[in-house]
């Protein structure tokens, strides 16, 4: 079965710190995930997709298909940052399904 | 462009009755997504609506049933209320002309639904 581990639910860093959020997944293919984000008193907005390889707000994310992890890094963690973040990955057959992950809390201290 | 907007922001009802939840899609999209979210977990999808169509359904019983309109605006309605229903309730828009392709979805701010 499909599913989307993100074992932290709280992740604490003082700002200037590095960060990585895990993310594993189980997903019989080749997976396309997304890390969406969700900052305080705002909606759920996409962060960053594996596809396009960018870095949004510092922000990188790799694809390890031998470990099916899709953890997203930081090398230096801002207090803005600090924000909800979900992993998710498209049910298999497309049409913009998502399965997330529990979600990691990332707090950001000064 | 306003985004996603859904209404009511939020909902108390109790046990047994039913509820009507409804959503706006972003400007030009034609393809709407509910999920529900529990407290302290990820959404999970309930189900999507294309082409005034339910295109496809997750884990969740026939209590749980909804529509889309031809303006492409959606409302999930829920019967038989339970305790476990109440959570927030997501609705999001995409792209779905391309369907072999995973639009990134745009996500409203939720209704927050409370059973007692």
């Known amino acids: 079965a499909q599913r989307v581990t993100q074992p932290e639910k709280l992740l604490s860093v003082f700002k200037g710190a590095p960060v990585e959020l895990k993310c594993n997944y189980s997903?019989?293919?080749?997976?396309?995930l997304f890390w969406y984000v969700q900052y305080s008193r705002q909606r759920l907005q996409l962060l960053l997709r594996h596809i396009s390889r960018e870095s949004i707000k510092g922000f990188t994310a790799d694809l390890n298909k031998g470990e099916t992890s899709f953890h997203l890094k930081k090398p230096f963690a801002q207090e803005e940052d600090s924000a909800m973040h979900y992993c998710?990955?498209?049910?298999?057959?497309?049409?913009?399904?998502?399965?997330f992950g529990a979600g990691t809390r990332l707090a950001v201290h000064p | 462009d306003a985004g996603v907007t859904q209404s009511p922001t939020h909902l108390i009802k109790t046990r047994g009755q039913q509820v009507t939840l409804r959503c706006s899609p972003k400007?030009?999209?034609?393809?709407v997504s509910w999920y529900q979210q529990a407290l302290g977990q990820g959404p999970q999808f309930i189900f999507q609506y294309y082409e005034e169509e339910e295109r496809q359904r997750g884990n969740f019983p026939d209590r749980f049933s909804g529509h889309q309109f031809p303006n492409y605006s959606s409302e999930l309605n829920v019967n038989a209320l339970l305790l476990g229903d109440s959570a927030l309730y997501l609705c999001?828009?995409?792209?779905?002309?391309?369907?072999?392709?995973?639009?990134?979805?745009?996500f409203g701010d939720g209704t927050r639904l409370s059973i007692l």
């Open positions: 400007s030009g999209h034609d393809t």
């Open positions: 997903y019989s293919g080749s997976p396309e």
């Open positions: 999001a828009s995409s792209l779905g002309v391309r369907q072999d392709y995973n639009q990134p979805q745009h």
């Open positions: 998710a990955l498209p049910f298999s057959g497309g049409y913009n399904k998502l399965i």
